[in-house]
């Protein structure tokens, strides 16, 4: 898969590209990322990019020309029209579906406002706009970074372990289980307990008993009561198993208690 983006600040885009999972996909080819210079796409000598507002008012505007000049250069090097989205935050709200619904595509153009945004005339031209919340940014660069990033743990071979993505939080509709890693047990922070192990800073005991069907068990009965204490919302469209369903009627039966 290959992500172009289009910014006026090509090396935060590009510093944020290099950690992790993402610059190692880029490095071994899994992943291609292009950072466009939006001021490459000038033709004035001062390269500007902005102007005032027509109808007048405080902010500036990027202006249409040099996005539709990237635009073009990016379909010439691709040989095709890309998929163009839009940064804003009056966009289709990114959500792990809609992650899911981008990864479908070979190639996606992600263009970064700044200032008012872009003028509006370049809408002419975009596919999809997507916001990532609804707050407003200073520019889309951030959320352009968060769409690659999300998009791209979905590409096989992006994440080293494809289950670790099955399992993330969202992917089947509910939150992920609690992780713990060595030491089994750590000292308890509490004033005037210096030395003492209090029982929250010890490994739940099942994950050492090595029983594999325990484990699986305890694991889906923690996703479960995680997401029916903190997002009840996404029970509503998850894809439960029959014993995610048995556990979860245990869990609001006690609930009730
Ligand atoms: N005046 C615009 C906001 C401009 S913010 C409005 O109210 O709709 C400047 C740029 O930051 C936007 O063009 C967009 O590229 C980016 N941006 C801001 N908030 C964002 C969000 N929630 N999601 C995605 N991009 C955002």
Same mark, same amino acid.
């Given at each position: 898969?290959?992500?172009?983006?289009?910014t006026i600040?090509?090396?935060?885009?590009?510093?944020?590209l290099r950690?992790g999972?993402?610059?190692?996909?880029?490095?071994r080819?899994?992943l291609?990322a292009?950072v466009?210079?939006l001021?490459s796409f000038t033709?004035?000598?001062?390269r500007?990019?902005?102007?005032?507002?027509?109808?007048? $008012?405080?902010?500036m505007v990027?202006k249409?020309?040099?996005?539709?000049?990237?635009?073009d250069a990016?379909?010439k090097?691709? $040989?095709a029209?890309?998929r163009?989205?839009l940064?804003s935050?009056?966009g289709?709200?990114?959500t792990?579906?809609v992650?899911e619904?981008?990864?479908?595509s070979?190639q996606?153009?992600l263009?970064?406002?700044?200032?008012?945004g872009?003028d509006?005339r370049?809408?002419?031209?975009?596919?999809?706009e997507?916001s990532?919340g609804?707050?407003v940014? /200073?520019?889309?660069?951030?959320?352009?970074?968060v769409?690659v990033?999300?998009?791209?743990?979905?590409?096989p071979?992006?994440v080293?372990?494809d289950?670790?993505?099955?399992d993330?939080?969202? /992917?089947? $509709?509910?939150?992920d289980f609690?992780?713990?890693?060595?030491?089994?047990?750590?000292?308890g922070?509490?004033?005037g307990?210096t030395g003492t192990i /209090?029982?929250?800073?010890?490994?739940?005991?099942?994950?050492l008993s090595g029983n594999?069907?325990?484990?699986r068990?305890?694991r889906?009965?923690e996703?479960? /009561?995680r997401?029916?204490?903190?997002?009840?919302?996404?029970?509503?469209s998850?894809a439960?198993d029959?014993?995610?369903?048995e556990?979860?009627?245990?869990?609001?039966?006690?609930? $009730?208690?």
């Amino acid at each position: 898969m290959r992500f172009d983006i289009v910014t006026i600040f090509p090396a935060m885009v590009e510093d944020g590209l290099r950690a992790g999972v993402v610059g190692r996909a880029i490095d071994r080819g899994v992943l291609a990322a292009r950072v466009h210079d939006l001021r490459s796409f000038t033709t004035d000598r001062h390269r500007v990019v902005d102007d005032v507002a027509y109808g007048g $008012g405080p902010g500036m505007v990027l202006k249409p020309e040099p996005i539709l000049r990237a635009i073009d250069a990016v379909a010439k090097e691709i $040989g095709a029209a890309p998929r163009v989205l839009l940064t804003s935050p009056q966009g289709t709200r990114l959500t792990q579906q809609v992650a899911e619904r981008l990864v479908q595509s070979p190639q996606l153009l992600l263009l970064c406002g700044r200032y008012e945004g872009v003028d509006e005339r370049v809408r002419s031209r975009v596919d999809e706009e997507i916001s990532i919340g609804d707050y407003v940014l /200073s520019g889309g660069e951030l959320a352009a970074l968060v769409i690659v990033d999300v998009v791209a743990r979905l590409i096989p071979g992006v994440v080293g372990d494809d289950q670790s993505v099955a399992d993330d939080s969202f /992917s089947r $509709g509910l939150l992920d289980f609690p992780h713990y890693t060595r030491p089994a047990e750590i000292e308890g922070g509490a004033a005037g307990q210096t030395g003492t192990i /209090s029982d929250a800073l010890r490994v739940p005991d099942v994950l050492l008993s090595g029983n594999h069907a325990e484990i699986r068990r305890w694991r889906k009965r923690e996703s479960l /009561s995680r997401t029916l204490e903190r997002r009840p919302d996404l029970l509503e469209s998850a894809a439960l198993d029959d014993e995610e369903r048995e556990i979860l009627r245990e869990l609001i039966a006690q609930q $009730g208690k």
